[in-house]
């Protein structure tokens, strides 16, 4: 009797343990994989050890780790969420390796042999296969569509990777940053003081292959020209001290266009540095978002109709005033001659006789 009572206990608390947390968002089943665990932490650890600090500093919010099977097949799944989606992009530009092909999943997507990594607006998921099949890509899109994200302007990654050259630029060398901790791990030649994170910059970084090696650009988005300007000055007074038994220093250009400054470094000439700057320029896109009054109620046409209405109604109001007038009279005349409307015959005349 008692070991009965006892396998009942543990059935029980194994039921327990597989009940999902409340606030996982992995779906319990999606393209035949069948979820048999799931955990939910906030600690950015739980995500990446080695990495928690840039995590957080891309404002992590929890992670959700769960593990799927089918039929002799296994998948690992990480999803980790972010406060908006610059923080997610961040952590997908970082995770994603140089040698990661791209992949059409949900807003972005790479993959390396068994792994594949993909962003959907704030969420950055982590997926390991113990072996990929044609199938693979369906099953993930399938799970993306599945996965619950933000939407609206905290759905759009920033705009300031969007100002980099794509002509001779490396390929997944993108890299996108927002604080001192990202910048150190992404071997900016710049310090995070030259750039002064004080003032909420955005860094974008990449790659370009030039005719005499690899240079880097960086573009650095301030919030207003003024403050674009000072660093600027800032980064023009460095220069960047020569590697030791090294004869010569790299080379460093830049400018300012609008509220972006732009750093670039690296053997390259003077004239590839020239077309290379002058290929990145602030064109900033203008949103019109004030109402424009083209509506039922304050639409000028339908102003107009409106007048026009009214202007029947009075008149359709006057006509019968006026003929209840007019028939009020007549009957008043019939019913009371003499006595109402008209005068008798022999009614006085008061005649003043002034020019006399």
């Known amino acids: 009797m008692k070991s009965f009572v006892l396998a009942v206990l543990l059935t029980f608390s194994s039921l327990s343990f597989a009940v999902p947390p409340k606030d996982s968002t992995l779906p319990k089943i999606f393209a035949g994989w069948q979820q048999q665990s799931v955990s939910v932490s906030s600690d950015p650890s739980k995500a990446d050890a080695l990495n928690a600090d840039l995590l957080k500093e891309d404002a992590f919010s929890k992670v959700e780790t769960a593990e799927y099977t089918k039929p002799d097949r296994s998948l690992s799944i990480k999803v980790a969420h972010f406060a908006d989606a610059s923080g997610a992009y961040a952590a997908f530009l970082f995770y994603r390796a140089s040698q990661m092909a791209q992949e059409d999943i949900a807003d972005q997507a790479a993959s390396n042999n068994q792994r594949v990594l993909f962003r959907k607006a704030n969420l950055l998921v982590d997926a390991k296969f113990d072996r990929i099949t044609p ?121 300012r266009t609008g509220p972006y400054v732009v750093v670039l470094s690296g053997t390259i000439s003077q004239g590839e540095a020239k077309t290379l700057l002058a290929s990145v320029n602030y064109d900033p896109e203008v949103t019109w978002n004030e109402n424009t009054h083209f509506d039922r109620n304050n639409n000028l046409g339908s102003l107009l109709v409106n007048i026009i209405i009214l202007i029947a109604i009075i008149t359709g109001l006057a006509i019968v005033a006026g003929f209840a007038f007019g028939g009020v009279r007549i009957v008043a005349k019939r019913l009371f001659p003499d006595r109402v409307f008209d005068r008798p015959q022999d009614a006085d005349i008061i005649r003043l006789n002034i020019g006399k």
């Open 135 to 255: 199938m693979s890509g369906g099953e993930l899109r399938e799970l993306a569509s599945d996965l619950t994200a933000l939407t609206g302007n905290s759905a759009r990654p920033p705009d300031i990777t969007r100002y980099l050259p794509k002509q001779g630029i490396v390929e997944n060398s993108v890299k996108y940053v927002s604080g001192p901790i990202g910048l150190a791990r992404t071997d900016s030649p710049l310090s995070s003081d030259l750039i002064d994170f004080s003032t909420s910059p955005e860094v974008a970084s990449a790659l370009y292959n030039t005719g005499e090696g690899t240079a880097l650009l960086t573009l650095i988005s301030y919030p207003t020209p003024a403050i674009a300007g000072n660093r600027l000055r800032a980064i023009e007074g460095w220069h960047p001290t020569p590697a030791v038994g090294s004869t010569t220093v790299p080379a460093v250009f830049s400018k």
